[in-house]
């Protein structure tokens, strides 16, 4: 709350009234914190990265696990086509 104080200062050095300078020194409080509130839920976590980036691995872990299944049963059906052919 320092830049308030200094603001509050300045204010009345210059002859506003204390409670004008109350009013707008509250006003700007008010404001930065509304501000900073509505970025700070949009933006991510550290535990909302490390989510989604567990998300993603587990994803990837599961289609890597269903390519090779995929290979696996392909190389099974030319093998067994192979020994089909006289």
Same mark, same amino acid.
């Given at each position: 709350?320092?830049?308030?104080?200094?603001?509050?200062?300045?204010?009345?050095?210059?002859? &506003?009234?204390?409670?004008?300078?109350?009013?707008?020194?509250?006003?700007?409080?008010?404001?930065?914190?509304?501000?900073?509130?509505?970025?700070?839920?949009?933006?991510?976590?550290?535990?909302?990265?490390?989510?989604?980036?567990?998300?993603?691995?587990?994803?990837?872990?599961?289609?890597?696990?269903?390519?090779?299944?995929?290979?696996?049963?392909?190389?099974?059906?030319? &093998?067994?086509?192979?020994?089909?052919?006289?």
């Amino acid at each position: 709350m320092h830049i308030e104080s200094e603001l509050y200062s300045a204010l009345l050095e210059v002859g &506003v009234p204390k409670e004008r300078a109350e009013r707008v020194t509250d006003a700007l409080a008010k404001s930065t914190s509304q501000h900073y509130a509505t970025h700070a839920a949009a933006m991510a976590t550290k535990a909302d990265i490390e989510a989604l980036r567990a998300d993603v691995f587990k994803a990837l872990n599961d289609q890597t696990w269903k390519l090779a299944g995929i290979v696996l049963a392909g190389m099974g059906f030319v &093998v067994a086509a192979l020994k089909l052919l006289p």
